[in-house]
């Protein structure tokens, strides 16, 4: 049973660049979340995805978009990247209720220049 | 808001004694808690969860942690350390009417020979 897989692994782009990540689930899960890890410091919710909707949002601008498909996979979108958008992109998959934990991917580390 | 606090950036132990790594917490109502443990370029790995019932909760690889409601803490504990235990550590949280889980700024455990 694979477990969530993201794609890209790496990737370097240059400030005003758009950049899209995608992320398989962990089978048998319908909820998608997104993650921002910069270096030193824990993740940040960027925003949730449930049923193809976006169900919740952290603070983070507009530029930052997401989409989650009918097969349960999520890709994240940024637009206009900012140096400091330079981070580790984690998706992490789990099922609908609160109570349950998250199974996260490996990351995608993003470097802007 | 919900929030969480780990005081410590860093715990440094001798192999075979035991550890415990610190956190706080901060939620409207009752908390959902979690540990997640990272190794180096990878993604987050659960290791337990305090949903309700039992305040001391067993996870993977021998860890375990105690809920205090009056103290707001949630410590994470193992009765005899590994130098494999030697990664990064995030407690978080969710209330129950939050989707967003929110992660404290991690704990960098470091077990000696």
């Known amino acids: 049973d694979a477990g969530v897989t993201q794609s890209p692994t790496h990737l370097i782009k240059t400030r005003g660049q758009q950049v899209t990540l995608r992320c398989s689930p962990k089978?048998?899960?319908?909820?998608v979340s997104w993650y921002q890890q910069a270096l030193g410091q824990g993740p940040q919710f960027i925003f949730q995805y449930y049923e193809e909707e976006e169900r919740q949002r952290g603070n983070f601008p507009d530029r930052f978009s997401g989409h989650q498909f009918p097969n349960y996979s999520s890709e994240l979108n940024v637009n206009a990247l900012l140096l400091g958008d330079s981070a580790l992109y984690l998706c992490a998959s789990s099922l609908s209720e609160l109570t349950r934990e998250l199974f996260f991917g490996e990351g995608s580390r993003l470097t802007v220049l | 808001a919900q929030s969480v606090a780990q005081p410590e950036d860093q715990v440094n132990v001798a192999e075979g004694n035991p550890l415990t790594v610190k956190c706080t917490y901060s939620?409207?109502?009752?908390?959902?808690l979690f540990w997640y443990v990272q190794y180096p370029n990878r993604g987050l790995q659960f290791l337990l969860k305090y949903i309700t019932g039992d305040n001391l909760v067993k996870g993977s690889y021998g860890f375990e942690a105690e809920f205090n409601k009056s103290q707001t803490s949630f410590h994470l504990k193992k009765p005899s350390a590994l130098v494999s235990d030697s990664a990064l550590y995030f407690c978080?949280?969710?209330?129950?009417?939050?989707?967003?889980?929110?992660f404290g700024a991690g704990t960098r455990l470091t077990v000696k020979p």
């Open positions: 939620v409207s109502g009752n908390p959902y």
């Open positions: 978080a949280v969710r209330d129950m009417n939050n989707n967003d889980m929110r």
């Open positions: 089978s048998g899960h319908d909820t």
